[in-house]
T-cell receptor, first 114, second 118 residues
Framework: GENVEQHPSTLSVQEGDSAVIKCTYS??????FPWYKQELGKRPQLIID?????GEKKDQRIAVTLNKTAKHFSLHITETQPEDSAVYFC?????????????FGSGTRLSIRP | DAGVTQSPTHLIKTRGQQVTLRCSPK?????VSWYQQALGQGPQFIFQ???????QRGNFPDRFSGHQFPNYSSELNVNALLLGDSALYLC?????????????????FGPGTRLTVL
């Protein structure tokens, strides 16, 4: 069945360093890959997404890469700041339209050390 | 521009009871999806509503049912509550469920309803 695996489950980096979170997906029909950030007690917030016709996308300090052949995608955060501390979820869906359920990974708890 | 709203914020029920959660989508959105997020886990897809019909369903029992109204708002109903139903229930809305339009699959989440079953 559809599955998204995410690792690591926890990640601690020094402020200013980079953080990388990796995910794999099982359904080769998946073509939309959003990333959500969830702070304690709050809703998941979309931070970046990528579609299968693109290999990389960048937005300021955040970038996402996609390898369709290997069914891998990754989130890269550069120059980390204390406010980057949160739980990050990768997800995959067959983004044909809004009629697409999102399958989430299990999350990565990112901590930024001052 | 109002975002996705949910009510109530918190709810405490006992085993065997029934609960109804409510969601209003973001302005301009017509598709509502519901997710269950247990503590320390990622959200799990329950079902999705478009044009007042359930269009997709995840691996949840029939105790979980829903409804969508003509104004696109939605309800999630859970019958015969179990302790394991304790979770954060998230509603997400997205642009249009029409298959004729693409790139409208971005889903925006509401703040959630924290359900505790005792």
């Amino acid at each position: 069945g559809e599955n998204v695996e995410q690792h690591p489950s926890t990640l601690s980096v020094q402020e200013g360093d980079s953080a990388v979170i990796k995910c794999t997906y099982s359904d080769s029909a998946s073509n939309y890959f959003p990333w959500y950030k969830q702070e304690l007690g709050k809703r998941p917030q979309l931070i970046i997404d990528i579609r299968s016709n693109v290999g990389e996308k960048k937005d300021q300090r955040i970038a996402v890469t996609l390898n369709k052949t290997a069914k891998h995608f990754s989130l890269h955060i550069t120059e980390t700041q204390p406010e980057d501390s949160a739980v990050y979820f990768c997800a995959a869906s067959m983004g044909y339209s809004s009629a697409s359920k999102i399958i989430f990974g299990s999350g990565t708890r990112l901590s930024i050390r001052p | 521009d109002a975002g996705v709203t949910q009510s109530p914020t918190h709810l405490i029920k006992t085993r065997g009871q029934q609960v109804t959660l409510r969601c209003s989508p973001k302005s301009g959105h017509d598709t509502v999806s519901w997710y269950q997020q247990a503590l320390g886990q990622g959200p799990q897809f329950i079902f999705q509503y478009y044009e007042e019909e359930e269009r997709q369903r995840g691996n949840f029992p029939d105790r979980f049912s829903g409804h969508q109204f003509p104004n696109y708002s939605s309800e999630l109903n859970v019958n015969a509550l179990l302790l394991g139903d304790s979770a954060l229930y998230l509603c997400a809305s997205s642009g249009t469920g029409s298959f004729s339009r693409r790139n409208t699959d971005t889903q925006y989440f509401g703040p959630g309803t924290r359900l505790t079953v005792l």
